[in-house]
């Protein structure tokens, strides 16, 4: 179970690099010193924060919250597997349009197809489906501190992209921001 959680990833990166090349040219972005500080470092942080348990020795960082089972380890991987395919379905529908930091492309489309019509920011959602799955694998408090340094930088990142296709699409982003959810239908 955890190696197929580890394939999920591994998947998931493929897909990123592979889908990435033939974007649409970039219009206007965010600074890389706020993509580097606000967006990849605490990325990199919750990583490593569900790196091997052995980094973190005794700590409080390494008490267990979930039990090493079975059960918990299959839930674990298809909590993480419908993430990934979550955030690839969704990067595949945005097409040339995606990119990975806040950007706005030559001849940016309004994307509302798919999980779209449900979810401003499906990638985002899929993303951390897959981080809870990772962090439920790992069974420790510091998974519970990895999902949330990644929340808090999607947050961030999603608010930040909601004001730059607000000011691209006007109305049109507007009327679909009202019929949606940021990240969970009826939630959030």
Same mark, same amino acid.
């Given at each position: 179970m955890?190696? $197929?959680?580890?394939?999920?990833? *591994? ?10 090349? $033939? ?5 206007? =972005? ?8 606000? @967006? ?13 348990g052995?980094? *973190? ?10 039990p ?13 597997? #419908?993430?990934? #395919? +979550?955030?690839?379905?969704? !990067? @595949?529908? +945005? ?13 940016? %489309?309004?994307? %509302?197809?798919?999980? @779209? ?12 489906? #897959? ?7 790992? =069974?420790?408090?510091? =998974?519970?501190v990895?999902?949330l340094?990644?929340?808090?930088s ?14 691209t699409? $006007?109305?049109?982003?507007?009327? *679909?921001?009202a !019929? ?6 009826g939630?959030?």
């Amino acid at each position: 179970m955890k190696r $197929g959680i580890s394939v999920c990833w *591994y998947f998931l990166l493929a897909w990123w690099l592979w889908s990435a090349r $033939g974007n649409k040219v970039v219009a206007r =972005g965010e600074p890389w010193t706020t993509r580097l500080l606000l @967006y990849w470092l605490p990325l990199t942080l919750a990583f490593v924060l569900l790196g091997p348990g052995d980094w *973190y020795g005794h700590t409080w960082l390494r008490e267990g919250i979930v039990p090493h089972t079975l059960p918990f380890f299959t839930a674990a991987l298809v909590i993480v597997a #419908a993430g990934v #395919a +979550l955030a690839c379905w969704s !990067r @595949y529908l +945005l097409g040339r349009n995606w990119s990975s930091v806040v950007q706005i492309k030559k001849d940016h %489309e309004l994307i %509302e197809a798919g999980p @779209y019509r449900f979810i401003r920011h499906p990638i985002y959602s899929g993303l951390l489906l #897959a981080f809870i799955g990772t962090a439920i694998r790992e =069974g420790d408090v510091r =998974g519970i501190v990895a999902v949330l340094i990644v929340l808090a930088s999607f947050w961030r990142k999603l608010r930040m992209e909601e004001r730059m296709l607000g000011e691209t699409f $006007g109305g049109a982003y507007a009327a *679909y921001k009202a !019929r949606t959810a940021a990240l969970i239908p009826g939630v959030l």
